[in-house]
């Protein structure tokens, strides 16, 4: 979004983090902020014309044994807190009469997997909420869409390696092939920057028309 010339505000609660990355790309400006904290996100800037909701965790145990403050908070960080940022900026957006709403969803927005509750539950409601955006939105000229990946390379899948290895038993190196990546055709990882070409263009004029979707990039696996 900033090499196509947006002035982007990144929200994320790692201090470090987001400045390392204001420092290395040009039109960052860091915002610290956990997302979790509902009252944090009001306090937000509400003058925001695209919206990325991109924030997640993930905690992987069976359900019997699932702890219910974890399972809030991944409610509270992965749907509220987007229902929050979505009600926050809509004023603004309708008011300029343009805007776009982008949902970082997941394959597990349409699919289950054993073990990931909370975070399968997140991404569904997810999903829905960004229907009503699109149905609420289209007589104000905003789009609201998914997008929903398989397994990304980042810190959040690296750590489902080792919590997945505990869950089943098996070797870390046997993880990726064997669980994350079983169901899907293309054997590999999405890299974040396909993702971030996919956001841009849902935001760019050739998508004018597009609203109420959810585009998967997950290598076949909902194809099954």
């Known amino acids: 979004m900033a090499g196509d010339g947006a002035r982007v505000l990144a929200a ?6 987001l400045d390392a990355l204001a420092r290395r790309v040009p039109g960052v400006e860091a915002l610290v902020c956990d997302l979790a904290d509902l009252d944090a996100v009001d306090d937000l800037p509400r003058e925001v014309d695209v919206l990325v909701n991109n924030a997640g965790v993930q905690h992987v145990a ?16 992965m749907l509220e807190s987007p229902f929050r940022l979505v009600r926050h900026v809509l004023p603004h957006m309708r008011e300029r009469g343009w805007g776009r709403i982008v949902n970082v969803s997941s394959a597990h927005g349409v699919r289950a997997s054993p073990f990931k509750g909370a975070y399968v539950a997140a ?19 905003i789009t609201s869409n998914c997008v929903s990946p398989g397994y990304v390379r980042t810190p959040l899948v690296d750590k489902q390696l080792d919590d997945q290895a505990a869950a089943h038993g098996i070797p870390r190196e046997r993880v990726l092939a ?3 990546l079983e169901s899907a055709a293309v054997k590999r990882l999405v890299e974040p920057e396909e993702v971030a070409e996919l956001v841009a263009f849902l935001c760019g004029p050739a ?7 959810s585009y998967t990039m997950d290598g ?5």
């Open 178 to 180: 064997e669980v994350l």
């Open 207 to 213: 998508a004018a028309s597009v609203t109420g979707a």
């Open 62 to 77: 069976p359900l019997h044994e699932f702890p219910p403050e974890r399972f809030s908070l991944i409610l509270r960080l």
């Open 12 to 17: 994320d609660r790692d201090a470090d983090g």
């Open 220 to 224: 076949g696996w909902t194809a099954h």
């Open 123 to 141: 991404k569904h409601g997810l999903e829905g909420l960004s229907k009503v955006a699109a149905l609420e939105g289209a007589a104000h000229g």
